[in-house]
């Protein structure tokens, strides 16, 4: 997988062939980068649907500025920063935000409270034990989604998709320091929920 | 020595796994690990986790985003009003996209100036000898263009009738019963909506009907005189479309369809509003609406209220683009394509948006 910073050769072939008016270039565009967008437009807005109609849009503001894209990012780094921005837009309109959201979760004071799952037992604690007996895609994005949307795209963007901490503080118009603060609160949630004794 | 509490070391574990820790802080939150099982145990859950994310692998998107990306792109792609791309498809024909807009301006005045022109064009000269009325200059009494019949105080009428200005109706004249010459007016214009209806503390304006003329079987494509009257005294429950640009009369004979149907299935929690949020996209969009009252039908099928709109056709993707942030329309209940010459107008297209609560 092409990590974001880097140039990566195919890309931006797809995007001189696009340029140049190639029949295909862009469909060839969309293929490359479909499941990386559509998997973070679904994490973060946790409805397929929704998803689908953000990614859609994704592409199409792609496609209507491609001319315009410098090269001076990835283009899956650009695409992502386009999904980013939709997503948080979404989920601004969205009316039911407040019932969403989970409070940010305190330390837990008895076992399994707040916790998503049962502990299992000492060793299994460890989340990467239970995520070799449960679906690991499921429990971390059913953690992800008890995040308050404006740190769990911080989360997706560092640690799923690596982002550096400069990279999302351009994006969201904060600083660094906040983005560091803002990220270590979350995982220290998301280690939280995935391992209730921790 | 352990200079650090639980908390403070907490708070730094972030930092120094990625390194970014300055060295005495790091050194420090070291010691405090070796001697702190918690914290250690705690360090070694957040490393976890930041792995398991690392790895964390994309979901596979489902084959229909491809389908909907391409097609959306080629919707554009034929409507080039429709997109703002410097790019793309638009990179073929640069010279004409630099000149979109003047262009649209020139059209504008063009159409302006071909209305003027036929304002100002004589009346045919076969006249029936038997109405000496009709020697009254050939203004038409819905559209008042000259210079010369601004400064009249009144106009007149194809029978030679004296109408008071801006309230024809108070006249008290009935519609003359000779054919009257065919006459446009800017409320004709396909590429402009006739009425603005807007929304009004949260209730949808009524606006007029769309399809106000009924059937004319004889379809002599002249508007009847008391028709045009009404509609420039702005009376809108008294609109009627001009005859011109309706649809031919074989489509009339039959129910119109009120275009494609769309199911737009919206949240129980986005449904309040939702119709005032689709009236807004429509005339966001420069077309018209109207709301159709819920019956037991259509809640027996759980479509919880209909909208029907009438857009300009170059504005029906951008319409359906917002009726997706509204509300998700399932692939059955999505148009597979938009220019469906289904409006009431040529140029024109119409949907009937069914909500359903999902």
């Not at chain 2, 352990?2 to 403070?8: I, V």
């Not at chain 2, 120094?16 to 420090?28: E, I, K, N, R």
């Not at chain 2, 792609?77 to 790019?87: F, I, V």
């Amino acid at each position: 997988m092409q990590r974001p910073g880097g140039k990566g050769q195919p890309v931006d072939l797809l995007v001189e062939a696009f340029r140049k008016g190639e029949p295909g270039a862009f469909e060839a565009i969309v293929r490359a980068h479909q499941d990386r967008v559509y998997s973070f437009c679904a994490r973060m807005l946790s409805d397929r649907e929704d998803a689908l109609d953000a990614a859609q849009e994704v592409f199409l503001s792609a496609w209507r500025n491609l001319a315009g894209f410098r090269g001076e990012a990835a283009l899956s780094t650009w695409l992502l920063r386009i999904a980013a921005n939709r997503c948080l837009n979404r989920i601004r309109r969205r009316k039911s935000l407040s019932e969403r959201e989970a409070p940010w979760p305190e330390p837990p004071g008895e076992a399994g409270e707040g916790s998503i799952f049962q502990p299992a037992g000492d060793e299994a604690d460890r989340p990467d034990r239970l995520a070799e007996t449960c679906e690991l895609g499921e429990i971390l994005t059913e953690a992800l989604s008890r995040l308050d949307p404006g740190s769990r795209w911080m989360v997706l963007l560092s640690d799923v998709e690596g982002f550096s901490y400069e990279e999302i503080a351009t994006l969201a118009d904060v600083p660094v320091g906040t983005v560091k603060s803002r990220l270590h609160r979350a995982r220290m949630a998301i280690r939280r929920l995935l391992s209730p004794v921790a | 020595m352990d200079t650090m509490d639980c908390t403070q070391a907490r708070n730094l574990l972030s930092e120094y796994q990625d390194g970014t820790l300055a060295a005495a802080a790091a050194a420090a939150l070291a010691v405090h690990l070796r001697g702190c099982g918690e914290c250690a145990g705690c360090a070694d859950s957040l490393f976890a986790v930041r792995e398991l994310l690392r790895v964390l692998p994309p979901d596979p998107a489902p084959p229909e985003l491809l389908a909907r990306v391409l097609a959306a792109v080629e919707s554009e792609d034929r409507d080039p009003r429709a997109s703002s791309a410097p790019g793309g498809a638009d990179a073929t024909r640069p010279f004409l996209s630099r000149f979109r807009i003047p262009l649209e301006a020139a059209a504008a005045v063009l159409l302006f100036a071909s209305v003027y022109w036929y304002r100002q064009t004589p009346a045919p000269p076969a006249r029936p000898p038997s109405a000496p009325a009709a020697q009254a200059p050939e203004t038409t009494p819905s559209v008042d263009i000259s210079t010369e019949a601004s400064a009249s105080a009144a106009k007149v009428s194809p029978s030679g009738i004296r109408l008071p200005r801006g309230n024809p109706k108070t006249a008290g004249e009935e519609p003359p019963a000779v054919a009257k010459p065919r006459t446009w007016t800017a409320a004709d214009l396909p590429s402009v909506p006739a009425i603005r209806a807007s929304t009004d503390s949260g209730r949808i304006v009524p606006i007029a009907p769309f399809f106000g003329p009924t059937a004319d079987p004889a379809g002599s494509g002249a508007p009847a005189f008391d028709e045009r009257q009404s509609a420039e005294a702005g009376g809108g429950a008294d609109f009627r479309l001009s005859r011109s640009f309706v649809a031919p009369p074989s489509r009339l004979l039959r129910p119109l369809p009120y275009g494609r149907d769309i199911v737009l299935d919206v949240k129980p929690e986005s449904r309040e509003g939702a119709e005032e949020r689709i009236a807004e996209a429509a005339l966001r969009s420069g077309g018209i609406f109207e709301r159709i009252e819920r019956d037991s039908e259509s809640a027996r099928k759980g479509a919880a209220g209909t909208i029907r709109v009438i857009l300009p056709e170059a504005a029906a993707a951008g319409f359906l683009d917002e009726l997706r942030r509204i509300g998700n329309m399932p692939q059955e209940g999505l148009p597979s394509a938009i220019d469906i010459p289904a409006g009431p107008r040529p140029g024109t297209i119409a949907y009937a948006v069914r909500i359903r609560v999902r």
